[in-house]
Each structure stands twice: as structure tokens, then as C-alpha cells.
């Protein structure tokens, strides 16, 4: 069998929307990109994959139909249930650089592939939203990362962004938390983490913190516990992603947990930013200065009613959908996720004017805890250990 690359395919919508400045900006002309470039997918996932092409004949969809705004949420979605359980590719595995896992703490683990050209077009993504809120920068910087040892993680996708976002300040140290112990186990130490806290707090460097929150919630109430404050340098900055809760049947408010930081460790409320995101999907959603998830320009949120799987109008709670078009190696263009939540109604005031949504919990009958439930798993094997 012939392993010879095909070339990539022309998408020039897609390449210009996924790297266009001040994402959080949308413009008349960012539209006008964003649905071409959702055609130019669509078409192309349709004419090569089979799968993605008797999705569309079965819901009637033409993809040369996408022509306006209103249009992209006629796309016929996958599932993020489905992507667990099977592997639709529309290149070639042997074009796949990179493969990346969600974490399958439910035993069913989603795997992305991206090719060269679709991961460049995500990772200029984030680069747009992150130069945007200002957390660029050519400061070294130590970094301190409450998630899995990226050298043992291996394709782990939640490693892998922690890791990827230290390529916006240059890393003068990095420590990352979730180490296997001489068993083989995942296991966190809160008296290793305090140290290369304290170590920092003197180093006098700004510290860029990544976290999942049930793992820096816990680091938070050991400092309270030792009755530890601490003033980390000016210019830190804190991002949270993948789930909130903070231990098996006790939550904590995403204010609350703001301000704990600010209290035990001096950075400022503003400086503090939550993420939404899925492997499914690979798109960013990073909260702006007053705590929003904005809709970047190279993205939509669509919120569904469960039942008839209609567009909901803003301020209605439903399924949320994600859409974004910068991957030709899988056709992940409109993900129909198990979240629900809501297009926001009112504007937000930081400054920005993109659209706002909130996520409101997860659907279905049976809890799923994600990321959180492996991470109360080992915050509860360390301390017995």
C-alpha cells in the first residue's frame, strides 16, 4: 500500500478565518469568511468521505447550500457520542502528524487527528484569542501545571494543552503536578507543589498556572489548612479547564474559587480564566476579564432543543452544538456535544462585542464528570499514600 502524501486541499476561507486577527471581533467581513469556509468543509468532507456524504443525503443537506449566517445550522452535526465509539477519518491515516485522546474516564475515549495544515489552522486560532486578551508575552515565565506529566501522559489531550499554551511567554521553569510513582500510579504531592510555589514566589518571575480545578482547589485548601498566603509575581496569570468539581459531592462556586486564589496566592480576579473546550471539537473558548466565554469569530455556538434538536433562541437553555472549520483530516465541523447550556442575551461589557454563552451542566440521565472524577480518584489515592 502506497503511504505517499496527497496534497493538503485549497481552503482559502478556512485558512483566512482560522487566522484572523482580533477573533473576538466579528465583523461583517469574518462572516462572510466563516460561511464560505464552512462550505469549502463541508464539500469537501462530503465528496470524500462516505460516511459524512450519506449523513447529508439522509437530513436533505447540500453543502453548496451554505451561503449566509443562518445557514451553518443547518449542517447536520455528528455526535460527541458517536466519535467515541468510532473513528471516521476523511484523509488518510498515514497523513495524521498528531493524535490526541480525551481522557475516557468513563472507559470510551475519543481520539482527534489533525494533518499539518489542520493543526496549524487551530493552533493560529488560539493564538488570535490569546494575543487578543493580552496573554502574549516575551517574558520568561515559570509555569506550573495541575495536569498529567506530559512525558508520561503520552497523546493524553488535556497534557497536551497545557503544554502547547507554554509557546505564549517564554518558560523559564516548568513543573507539572500528576507524576507516576514508582508503581505506576498517578499521584499528586501537595508538599512538591508547595515547594515550586515558594520557589517561584522568590524567583520573582511571572508564574502562568494551569489547572484543572478539583486539582488547584485542593492545593488551595491545603494552603489554608497551613495557614499559607503567598504573592506571586505581577503579570501571573491562572487558566482552569476541564470540569468543576471540587470533590465527589461537594462544588464549589466558580467566584468562590476566584477569590480563593487571589486570597492564598495574590493574583488578581481578572488574571483568573476558566476555559471551555472537548477533543472533539479543538476549538478555544477562553473567559475574557469578566469571566465570559466568547464566540470567536472562527467559531459558532449553536444551543438546540434536546427534543426536537431546533435552534434554540439566546437566553434558552438547550444541547449545545460547536462549529468550527479548520479540520480536513476528520470531519469534526459541527460537533453536537452532551453539554447544555445557552447563547447569553445580554452583552457582554468587557469590551469585546462577539457573542457570550454559558454552560450550564451536562445532559442526560447519567452524570458524566469527565476530566474531575480521574481527578478526585488520585487527589484521594495521595493523601492516603
Same mark, same amino acid.
Given at each position: 500500500?502506497? *503511504?505517499?502524501?496527497?496534497?493538503p ?8 478565518i ?19 469556509a ?8 462530503a465528496?470524500?468521505?462516505g ?5 447529508? /443525503?439522509?437530513?436533505?443537506?447540500d ?10 445550522a ?17 484523509r488518510?491515516?498515514? /497523513?495524521?502528524?498528531?493524535n490526541? *485522546? ?29 494575543a487578543?486578551?493580552g496573554?502574549v ?13 506530559p512525558?508520561?501522559a503520552g ?12 509557546r505564549?511567554?517564554?518558560?523559564a ?39 484543572? #480545578?478539583a486539582?488547584?482547589?485542593e492545593?488551595?485548601?491545603?494552603m489554608?489548612?497551613?495557614?499559607? *498566603?503567598?504573592?506571586? #509575581? ?15 459531592d ?12 487571589? /486570597? ?5 480576579a481578572e ?9 472533539e471539537?479543538c ?36 444541547l449545545i ?37 454559558t454552560v450550564?451542566?451536562r445532559g442526560?440521565?447519567?452524570?458524566h464528570?469527565?476530566?474531575?472524577? *480521574?481527578?478526585n480518584?488520585?487527589?484521594?489515592r495521595?493523601?492516603a499514600?
Amino acid at each position: 500500500m502506497s *503511504t505517499e502524501v496527497s496534497p493538503p486541499p485549497v481552503l482559502e476561507a478556512a485558512e483566512a478565518i482560522c487566522r484572523i486577527d482580533e477573533p473576538l471581533h466579528w465583523t461583517p467581513r469574518k462572516t462572510e469568511l466563516m460561511v464560505a469556509a464552512c462550505r469549502e468543509l463541508a464539500i469537501y468532507h462530503a465528496a470524500n468521505n462516505g460516511d459524512i456524504r450519506s449523513i447529508y /443525503e439522509r437530513h436533505g443537506f447540500d453543502p453548496r447550500s451554505i451561503r449566509e449566517e443562518a445557514d451553518i445550522a443547518r449542517i447536520p452535526p455528528l455526535g460527541v457520542t458517536a466519535m467515541k465509539s468510532y473513528t471516521i477519518h476523511t484523509r488518510p491515516a498515514s /497523513e495524521c502528524v498528531l493524535n490526541l *485522546t480525551s481522557s475516557g474516564t468513563r472507559g470510551q475515549k475519543t481520539q482527534i487527528w489533525f494533518d499539518q495544515e489542520s493543526l496549524d489552522r487551530c493552533q493560529a486560532q488560539l493564538t488570535g484569542q490569546w494575543a487578543q486578551e493580552g496573554l502574549v508575552s516575551d517574558r520568561p515565565t515559570n509555569y506550573l501545571s495541575f495536569n498529567y506529566n506530559p512525558a508520561d501522559a503520552g497523546n493524553l489531550g488535556t497534557a497536551f494543552a497545557d503544554k502547547n499554551q507554554q509557546r505564549f511567554a517564554p518558560v523559564a521553569r516548568s513543573y507539572s503536578t500528576i507524576r507516576k510513582n514508582a508503581a505506576g500510579a498517578w499521584e499528586s504531592r501537595q508538599d512538591d507543589i508547595l515547594r515550586i510555589l515558594s520557589e517561584y514566589e522568590q524567583e520573582g518571575l511571572p508564574v502562568r498556572i494551569f489547572a484543572m #480545578p478539583a486539582f488547584l482547589y485542593e492545593t488551595l485548601l491545603e494552603m489554608k489548612a497551613r495557614n499559607l *498566603t503567598m504573592k506571586l #509575581p505581577e503579570g501571573s496569570f491562572v487558566g482552569t479547564g476541564g470540569g468543576w468539581k471540587a470533590a465527589e459531592d461537594k462544588q464549589i462556586s466558580r467566584a468562590e474559587f476566584r477569590a480563593t486564589i487571589t /486570597e492564598r496566592l495574590g493574583i488578581p480576579a481578572e488574571w483568573i480564566r476558566d476555559g471551555y473546550g472537548m477533543a472533539e471539537h479543538c476549538a478555544p473558548y477562553i473567559e475574557c476579564k469578566k469571566h465570559r466565554l466568547h464566540v470567536g469569530a472562527y467559531t459558532r455556538v449553536i444551543v438546540r432543543d434536546p427534543a426536537t434538536l431546533a435552534p434554540l433562541p439566546n437566553g434558552q437553555r438547550g444541547l449545545i452544538e460547536l462549529v468550527t472549520p479548520f479540520n480536513t483530516m476528520m470531519p469534526n465541523l459541527a460537533i453536537l456535544t452532551t453539554d447544555l447550556g445557552r447563547i447569553d442575551a445580554d452583552a457582554c461589557d468587557c469590551g469585546w462585542q462577539s457573542p457570550t454563552f454559558t454552560v450550564l451542566g451536562r445532559g442526560g440521565i447519567t452524570k458524566h464528570k469527565g476530566c474531575a472524577l *480521574t481527578a478526585n480518584e488520585i487527589v484521594r489515592r495521595s493523601s492516603a499514600s
